[in-house]
């Protein structure tokens, strides 16, 4: 059976390119990069090297970038830190962030009595930013602002620059989980006024098992892990070698096709959500699909039925791959707390579909054809 694979945001297949670059880090260049002799070096070298092409990559200092096991550790690593070394008293988040932000959050304010608000949520999936102002002008504490990039579910996007000014002008501390946006949108942090940003190699195309966390420059925190000296005495853990030389190499050949791959991707998805509209009666989209959104996510609400509530199980068993939300909790019975937030209709049954560069209009016609036998 042909397998169509529209779950994207969940994770990507490794670029060959990419496995080329990280092959001869599994096979030859193997040493301990902490080590002084030459294999060691040679590896010390790959991986600063990586870093330098990280930081140039994203207009930062290579002193700001430092790499990790992916977008989980680094938040949580950014909100421990922000709390424990920054004296942020208050965190501010939203329902729909991902559970690597709200489980941390709600451990800190449940454990360590910390603060905790989440600004509301238009019914567009957008932050309310007037009641984030409200949030922050009527804190007593030092806040954290903690809002993501762009929803892995929804795919809306924030205005991370108006955020951040928010922030500065309150003299908050910002982190933004950016994993679905790293490898997909151009950044420029020297002139972006954020604390903390995240990001995840599987999410472009890279290996799984490393990220990266951005630390600005004017920041500073101690480890969230204890052990080693790795990572400039900030992450301990013997380095995942290739995992970085995998990450770097696979931002940069996003960055490289960044234009010609995000209009092939946006042109797929707006192309399924008008054949969807044209074929599949009483069909809606959650999120800001016709607005400020990211390019590979669709979510589409189909009309709640007997056929419907079966249909990830029937496009699975036709070889069709997407999610009934995160892929992080695709195994739970408890539903997307991002659709509940934003959608309480409960006669409708909420499907992401998300893209990637190997994806094909053909593969989309596909999909369409066996909804609406399924329907």
Same mark, same amino acid.
């Given at each position: 059976?042909?397998r ?10 490794l ?7 990280m092959?001869?880090?599994m096979?030859?260049k193997?040493g ?15 991986i ?6 990280v930081?140039?990559?994203?207009n ?16 949580n690593?950014?909100i ?11 965190i ?5 962030e ?9 451990y800190l304010?449940?454990h ?7 600004v ?21 504490e ?14 809306n ?30 950044? =420029? ?52 070698l290739?995992?970085?030389?995998g990450?770097?190499k ?9 234009e ?7 042109g797929?998805?707006?192309?399924m ?18 607005g ?20 990830l ?10 999610s ?7 195994g739970?019975n408890?539903?997307?707390h991002v659709i509940r937030?934003i959608?309480s209709?409960p006669?409708q ?13 053909e593969?989309v =016609?596909?999909?369409?054809?066996k ?5």
């Amino acid at each position: 059976m042909e397998r169509i694979y529209f779950d994207n945001a969940a994770t990507t297949s490794l670029d060959p390119a990419v496995l080329e670059a990280m092959l001869p880090f599994m096979t030859e260049k193997f040493g301990n990069p902490s080590s002084i002799y030459s294999y060691g070096r040679e590896s010390r070298l790959g991986i600063e090297n990586a870093r330098k092409s990280v930081a140039k990559t994203l207009n930062a200092h290579p002193g700001e970038i430092f790499f990790t096991s992916g977008g989980t550790e680094s938040s949580n690593t950014a909100i421990n830190a922000a709390v424990k070394d920054l004296g942020c008293k208050h965190i501010i988040s939203s329902p729909i962030e991902h559970h690597a932000t709200l489980h941390t959050v709600e451990y800190l304010h449940h454990h360590d009595g910390v603060a905790l608000s989440f600004v509301n949520v238009l019914p567009s999936g957008h932050i309310d930013m007037d009641h984030l102002r409200e949030l922050l002008q009527n804190s007593e504490e030092r806040c954290l602002v903690s809002l993501m990039h762009a929803n892995n579910e929804i795919g809306n996007l924030l205005d991370i620059h108006a955020v951040g000014n928010l922030c500065k002008e309150f003299d908050a501390i910002f982190h933004s989980d950016t994993v679905q946006t790293v490898g997909h949108y151009p950044f =420029d942090l020297r002139n972006t006024p954020v604390h903390f940003i995240t990001g995840a190699g599987h999410k472009f195309h890279g290996p799984k098992g490393v990220g990266i966390l951005y630390i600005n420059e004017n920041v500073k925190i101690t480890p969230f892990i204890q052990g080693g000296s790795q990572e400039r005495n900030m992450r301990a853990g013997t380095e995942n070698l290739y995992g970085i030389i995998g990450f770097a190499k696979a931002l940069e050949l996003a960055t490289t096709y960044h234009e010609e791959h995000s209009a092939h991707i946006n042109g797929l998805r707006m192309y399924m959500a008008e054949q969807l509209t044209k074929h599949i009666p009483d069909v809606a989209f959650n999120g800001d699909l016709h607005g400020r959104s990211l390019y590979t996510v669709l979510n589409v609400a189909f009309p709640k039925s007997e056929k419907t509530e079966m249909i990830l199980f029937n496009m699975d068993i036709n070889g069709i791959c997407a999610s009934g939300g995160s892929a992080c909790t695709s195994g739970a019975n408890a539903g997307s707390h991002v659709i509940r937030a934003i959608n309480s209709n409960p006669n409708q049954i909420a499907v992401r579909f998300s893209f990637s560069k190997n994806n094909t209009k053909e593969e989309v =016609d596909k999909v369409v054809e066996k909804l609406k036998e399924l329907m």
